[in-house]
């Protein structure tokens, strides 16, 4: 996935330098000085059983993501979420900035800062909604991921990441 990610990168006319400790540097090739720090986090293998639907809402990719943030190191500005699209045998990226996924993963987690180390299941759906279904019970799946006439009610609120689905126009600086 980090050979996709970069070719996207080159494609979209940025450069890039990887720091030791994985993360990147990005800037546009007409101004090196504005840069942002991007991490990209790579899925884990998924266990259908496990992190896959209870109740049988169609699901065309998903991913598990750990991430952990070091004390010592600079926040990254954004992380992206890589995962392979078993439809389409390409991958998705989830571009997210950082302080957002840090606000919703702290509202989620009532208020505990999740900043050393995070777990994340991202579900996306065959209509390319994407959603975080980090523990979802069979139930709130049920309530809030099953499609109704025109939407799910997960849709808008903090669960849906939809926006950041292979939103490379966050990367441009």
């Given at each position: 996935?980090?050979?996709?990610?970069?070719?996207?990168?080159?494609?979209?006319?940025?450069?890039?330098?990887?720091?030791?400790?994985?993360?990147?540097?990005?800037?546009?090739?007409?101004?090196?000085?504005?840069?942002?720090?991007?991490?990209?986090?790579?899925?884990?293998?998924?266990?259908?059983?496990?992190?896959?639907s209870k109740n049988g809402n169609d699901v065309l990719a998903m991913?598990?993501?750990?991430?952990?943030?070091?004390?010592?190191?600079?926040?990254?500005?954004?992380?992206?979420?890589?995962?392979?699209?078993?439809?389409?045998?390409?991958?998705?990226?989830?571009?997210?900035?950082?302080?957002?996924?840090?606000?919703?993963?702290?509202k989620k987690n009532l208020g505990l800062v999740p900043y050393k180390?995070?777990?994340?299941?991202?579900?996306?759906?065959?209509?390319?909604?994407?959603?975080?279904?980090?523990?979802?019970?069979?139930?709130?799946?049920?309530?809030?991921?099953?499609?109704?006439?025109?939407?799910?009610?997960?849709?808008?609120?903090?669960?849906?990441?939809?926006?950041?689905?292979?939103?490379?126009?966050?990367?441009?600086?």
């Amino acid at each position: 996935m980090q050979v996709e990610f970069k070719n996207k990168l080159t494609e979209l006319g940025l450069s890039y330098s990887i720091h030791h400790n994985g993360s990147y540097s990005i800037s546009s090739q007409q101004d090196f000085a504005n840069q942002i720090n991007v991490r990209l986090i790579s899925s884990l293998p998924v266990n259908m059983q496990v992190h896959g639907s209870k109740n049988g809402n169609d699901v065309l990719a998903m991913g598990l993501f750990r991430y952990k943030f070091h004390a010592s190191e600079q926040e990254p500005d954004i992380c992206v979420f890589a995962f392979q699209n078993p439809v389409t045998t390409q991958v998705e990226f989830l571009i997210v900035p950082t302080q957002e996924l840090l606000s919703r993963q702290i509202k989620k987690n009532l208020g505990l800062v999740p900043y050393k180390w995070g777990e994340i299941v991202f579900w996306l759906m065959e209509d390319g909604f994407i959603y975080d279904t980090t523990n979802i019970s069979v139930e709130a799946e049920w309530y809030f991921l099953s499609k109704g006439v025109n939407r799910r009610l997960a849709d808008g609120t903090d669960l849906d990441y939809s926006e950041y689905l292979n939103s490379w126009r966050r990367l441009i600086v």
